[in-house]
Nanobody, 123 residues
Framework: QVQLEESGGGLAQAGGSLRLSCVASGGNIRSDVVAWFRQARGKEREFVAIIGNRGGYTYYGDSVKGRFTISRDNSKNTAYLQMNSLTPEDTAVYYC????????????????WGRGTQVTVSS
């Protein structure tokens, strides 16, 4: 069973940057799309970004478009989320998931979730 583990979260100041990593173990993810979601306290889980299995297709949620960049390195079995121009509204737990299609952008499309990584942005 392929498992994904998120890392790279932490504390950042508004306007700063963080890069999250999503490392797969127990198998490779080269055939899968990888998506990032986030969940702020008291709010529903929100779609952030998704990348096709070869990295040529990317799609972003409106709230992060132009600030976040999703990428992947299949040789390292890893996906990334580069987050720039952070705002306090980006504070959330960030999760990565894998799936069969780039059309899957709802949390309910995915069954297996990791622990996530906490991102906190101070003003």
């Amino acid at each position: 069973q392929v498992q994904l583990e998120e890392s790279g979260g932490g504390l950042a100041q508004a306007g700063g940057s963080l890069r999250l990593s999503c490392v797969a173990s127990g198998g490779n993810i080269r055939s899968d799309v990888v998506a990032w979601f986030r969940q702020a306290r008291g709010k529903e889980r929100e779609f952030v970004a998704i990348i096709g299995n070869r990295g040529g297709y990317t799609y972003y949620g409106d709230s992060v478009k132009g600030r976040f960049t999703i990428s992947r390195d299949n040789s390292k079995n890893t996906a990334y989320l580069q987050m720039n121009s952070l705002t306090p509204e980006d504070t959330a737990v960030y999760y990565c998931v894998r799936g069969p299609s780039p059309a899957l952008t709802r949390p309910s499309d995915y069954r297996h979730w990791g622990r996530g990584t906490q991102v906190t942005v101070s003003s």
